[in-house]
């Protein structure tokens, strides 16, 4: 069992920065994939980002060159920061861990709202 709580959501106009984080606790030796996702009103769920455990990371085309994914070698946190913020990135975005045990240990964060203005 893993348990994410993300913070550093809030406000912020276009063309600022943002910085959240996901503090996990539990199983995380376990801990292999960490992600971050994120859903605007009325639209799916997206993959944001990924960094797996060997580091490796993945970003989704909208966000490429001004997002970075970060995580710690011990799996407690997994950070996402956010440059040139435009008005489509407003969504709630959740932190995602999947376990080496197998595809279905995965935990989702409640979720943290960003929110940019124009």
């Known amino acids: 069992q893993v348990q994410l709580v993300e913070s550093g959501g809030g406000l912020v106009q276009a063309g600022g920065s943002l910085r959240l984080s996901c503090a996990a606790t539990?199983?995380?030796?376990?801990?292999?994939?960490m992600a971050w996702h994120r859903q605007a009103p009325g639209k799916q769920r997206e993959l944001v980002a990924t960094?797996?455990?060997?580091?490796?990371?993945n970003y989704a085309d909208s966000v490429k060159g001004r997002f970075t994914i970060s995580r710690d070698n011990a799996n407690t946190a997994v950070n996402l920061e956010m440059n040139s913020l435009k008005p489509e990135d407003t969504a709630v975005y959740y932190c995602?861990?999947?376990?080496?045990?197998?595809?279905?240990?995965?935990?989702w964060g409640q979720g943290t709202q960003v929110t940019v203005s124009s």
């Open positions: 995602y861990a999947d376990l080496r045990l197998g595809p279905m240990y995965r935990y």
């Open positions: 539990g199983s995380i030796v376990s801990i292999n994939n």
């Open positions: 960094i797996a455990s060997t580091g490796y990371t």
